[in-house]
């Protein structure tokens, strides 16, 4: 398979042909004299064919292989089974990225990379007949192709996350020379099949396609200084171009504003911009203009007026006039706003859709007033019910944050042990044991996060020992990074309200049990030995109308002053007691994208996230110094012995064991009931014990 380019100089037009391989390796690389780089700089998208050195690009086809003919003219020498198709106006590298991400999950996808603008990526992909055969006849390769790049592009539109930008399809599409150092590649590509029934080709509207490039709304996380440089370079231009059209009226005048918030709007509309972007750029240039009647409201309705106008010209006259009411709602609504389902929190927020970075914020009872009060103002009769009913229904996309973090962490990790090397910052007198503690329980932590196994929940529990000012804590919030501290980690609930411990367990992924000593021993061997196991919680959200079964999400761990807090010996093995001896180093902030990103790559591996049968006797071995010892443990040490079974002992119940303690000790030994005394003993290490007719039996021998 081999592509064509075509350059163009002084002395005429070249022809070159590129072995396919050759051409992927050769976008990686800007032409020798920069060009493709000039272009990037020093102009826009939209005013590519203005770029002075626009035909020293070279022009690439790639759906076909080019041959010059006897005449001299360029013809088609053979049909490359490919199809081109082109998403435009594009905001950013993050934009694009995600577009070829989207694009190589379709097995169809031979190749997609970043066009010459930087804001546009190229997909080529490969198509046949049904039988596995393309045509040959020049007539018949253009209305094949013709019906493969209408069918592709309805195909894309629902797998990528922007629309395919319509042109007209032919053999001859040219763009120009990419560059993108990390094109997606697939070799392997397996055919579009294209059936010959289907001849029915879509009919071409230029119209329909110049709504179609507009650009979509964004669904941006962090600030993206490419698009504002963009907007500001075209805003520039339109400026530009629109002082010198204005009338020669004065600039102070009302008269003089007016035109130029209309002109301007006009321009930015022509240009492709987004309804919210014109309006945000405008006031950024007129706020400070002490022109009486000019505020924002007014700069807004101006170019609202000019949008619809604009839309009325590429639609029928009856279509905008018969649009019902609530589309109306979602248009003037999705035009000033984004919106996306948390579905961690269980609610929408919203931000407003222009380049500039502001925070995501709930819709909240007060914000839905504020939309709906907007949308009269605009002239549309509305209720707030109608606006709740928008942002509360299934047409709002859906938002993961714990997915988003991580997605794609795994093929970033540079394979060093960046979990291993965070718990060496916890000094401890069992660095390697604790060492490898932490890492399966970070793993389990991850694991736990996206629901890899829904029968168990990680019940492990770190448990940091130590004096006061050892910066336990603000190693426990260091785990997280900011992106998911905010909401994911809290260090402050109490169990004492179940409801909100399930609902924190549904919505956090970390909880601090600050302070372990002050949780009462009934509530260690209850209430929290039962939700530490728990793979799924049942919540009522706020103003939910039923409660709702929910994958748990958090994981623990515990900080305490005082050794002795564990109070249930059958369930010291859900507690990874660690001795902190000396400071924790806090002094430098982890590196989160590759502590997620091993984890990532490890469980994708198979790495066990689990502790298994030795470890677990291990752990409660350890933790045996962190239990307490009641009264009647003391008690029973003091006056006796637990032999082994070859020793001089005796067989013993634990209610004859009670008699002999309360002789000995006298009124100073507070007697506990027969079955609680039984399970103290059941769970004393090195002491035989077995079940006969009498009821349970210890071996046991007194002490002289």
Not at 31 to 45: A, D, G, M, S
Not at 320 to 334: F, G, S, T, V
Not at 413 to 426: C, K, M, Q
Not at 491 to 498: A, P
Request: a neutral charge; aromatic letters at 10%; hydrophobic letters at 40%.
């Amino acid at each position: 398979m081999k592509f064509s380019t075509i350059k163009t100089d002084r002395r005429g037009e070249h022809l070159r042909q590129w072995d396919a391989t050759k051409f992927f390796e050769r976008i990686q690389t800007d032409t020798p004299n920069r060009l493709i780089q000039k272009l990037r700089h020093e102009t826009t998208p939209d005013r590519v064919r203005q770029f002075r050195c626009y035909d020293e690009v070279p022009h690439v086809v790639a759906a076909a292989e080019l041959c010059r003919q006897t005449n001299g003219a360029t013809g088609i020498a053979h049909f490359n089974g490919l199809v081109v198709l082109e998403v435009r106006q594009l905001m950013g590298q993050q934009d694009c990225d995600d577009v070829k991400r989207a694009a190589l999950t379709m097995p169809s996808t031979l190749a997609a990379f970043v066009g010459a603008t930087g804001t546009e990526v190229i997909l080529l992909v490969s198509v046949s007949r049904s039988d596995g055969t393309l045509p040959v006849l020049e007539t018949e390769v253009e209305d094949f192709y013709s019906l493969a790049y209408h069918r592709l592009a309805a195909v894309y539109d629902s797998l990528l996350p922007k629309r395919i930008t319509r042109m007209k399809p032919t053999l001859r599409h040219a763009f120009l020379m990419p560059l993108d150092s990390c094109p997606l590649i697939n070799p392997a590509a397996a055919p579009f099949r294209i059936s010959p029934s289907d001849t029915a080709t879509p009919t071409y509207d230029e119209a329909d396609d110049h709504l179609l490039a507009l650009p979509e709304e964004r669904h941006f996380e962090e600030a993206d200084m490419t698009a504002y440089a963009n907007y500001e370079r075209a805003y520039d231009q339109a400026l530009a171009q629109v002082n010198k059209q204005l009338p020669a009226v004065s600039q102070n005048s009302n008269e003089w504003y007016k035109h130029f918030v209309t002109a301007m709007a006009t321009a930015l509309c022509g240009m492709g911009w987004p309804e919210e972007e014109a309006v945000c750029h405008l006031w950024r240039h007129l706020t400070y203009k002490d022109w009486p009647g000019l505020t924002e409201e007014f700069v807004r309705m101006l170019v609202m007026t000019v949008y619809d106008e604009q839309r009325v010209l590429h639609k029928k006259p009856s279509a905008l006039a018969d649009e019902p009411l609530m589309q109306q709602l979602i248009r003037r609504m999705e035009s000033r706003y984004v919106f996306r389902r948390n579905t961690i929190m269980g609610y929408t927020e919203y931000r407003t859709n222009h380049s500039w970075v502001t925070p995501w914020r709930p819709v909240t009872e007060q914000v839905v007033n504020t939309f709906s009060t907007d949308l009269q103002l605009a002239g549309l009769d509305v209720w707030d019910r109608d606006v709740r009913r928008y942002v509360n229904s299934t047409r709002i996309h859906e938002y993961n944050p714990v997915e988003h973090y991580l997605y794609g962490l795994a093929s970033q990790w540079d394979g060093r042990d960046h979990i291993r090397s965070l718990a060496a910052t916890v000094p401890t007198d069992h660095p390697q044991l604790w060492a490898d503690w932490f890492h399966t329980w970070f793993l389990a932590m991850v694991a736990q996060w996206q629901g890899r196994d829904l029968r168990y929940g990680n019940a492990l529990v770190p448990l940091l020992v130590s004096e006061q000012g050892m910066h336990k804590s603000a190693f426990c919030r260091s785990l997280l990074p900011p992106e998911l501290r905010s909401w994911g980690y809290t260090d402050n609930l109490s169990l004492s309200d179940e409801r909100q411990v399930h609902l924190a367990m549904a919505q956090t992924l970390l909880i601090n049990l600050d302070e372990f000593n002050r949780i009462s021993p009934a509530k260690q061997q209850g209430f929290l030995k039962n939700i530490l196991q728990l793979p799924s919680v049942k919540v009522k959200r706020p103003y939910a109308r039923h409660a709702e079964e929910t994958p748990r999400l958090a994981s623990f761990i515990a900080t305490t002053n005082m050794a002795d807090v564990l109070t249930d010996p059958t369930g010291s093995r859900r507690f990874l007691g660690v001795q902190v001896t000396g400071n924790i180093d806090v002094s430098q902030t982890p590196n989160h994208a590759q502590l997620f990103a091993q984890a990532q790559a490890e469980l994708n591996a198979g790495t066990r996230y689990w502790f298994d049968d030795a470890e677990t006797v291990a752990i409660m071995q350890h933790n045996r110094r962190f239990l307490q010892q009641t009264s009647a443990e003391m008690f029973f040490h003091q006056y006796f012995q637990t032999p082994q079974p070859d020793a001089d002992g005796q067989w013993m119940s634990a209610t004859a064991i009670l008699v002999i303690l309360k002789q000995r000790a006298g009124s100073v030994f507070k007697v506990p009931a027969a079955n609680a005394f039984g399970r103290i003993l059941h769970c004393l290490p090195n002491l035989c014990h077995r079940r006969s007719n009498s009821g349970s039996e210890f071996y046991v021998r007194l002490r002289e």
